[in-house]
Nanobody, 123 residues
Framework: VQLQASGGGLVQAGGSLRLSCAAS????????MGWFRQSPGKEREFVAG????????VYAESVEGRFTISRDNAKSTTYLQMNSLKPEDTAAYYC?????????????????WGQGTQVTVSS
């Protein structure tokens, strides 16, 4: 599956952004999906994940209660709604498709990656 992430930008602390990840290729609805992020000098870290049918979601502790992952299988699109953004959320955000129907926190369980979209939160 090919993935195209969009929706990043510059926002003030406390603001909101919604990222989108459009999928094409093999059947999108068979795969769990996830969002990861990476900032300069740091390793890529898990942000949020969702199962193939949206019935199960998981979040990193640092974003729990502020971010919401969702998906629309009819549109082959995954979303990440980010509220109450903090400067430490600044990073390149990547969407990824899992090798299984359910999601995971481990990057090694994902075999298709989007190109990344930059989110910058100013203080």
């Amino acid at each position: 599956v090919q993935l195209q992430a969009s929706g990043g930008g510059l926002v003030q602390a406390g603001g909101s952004l919604r990222l989108s990840c459009a999928a094409s290729g093999r059947i999108f609805s068979n795969n769990g999906m996830g969002w990861f992020r990476q900032s300069p000098g740091k390793e890529r870290e898990f942000v949020a994940g969702i199962s193939w049918n949206g019935g199960s979601t998981v979040y990193a502790e640092s974003v729990e209660g502020r971010f919401t992952i969702s998906r629309d299988n009819a549109k082959s699109t995954t979303y990440l709604q980010m509220n109450s953004l903090k400067p430490e959320d600044t990073a390149a955000y990547y969407c990824a498709a899992s090798i299984r129907p359910y999601t995971s926190r481990r990057s090694t369980d994902f075999n298709s990656w989007g190109q990344g979209t930059q989110v910058t939160v100013s203080s």
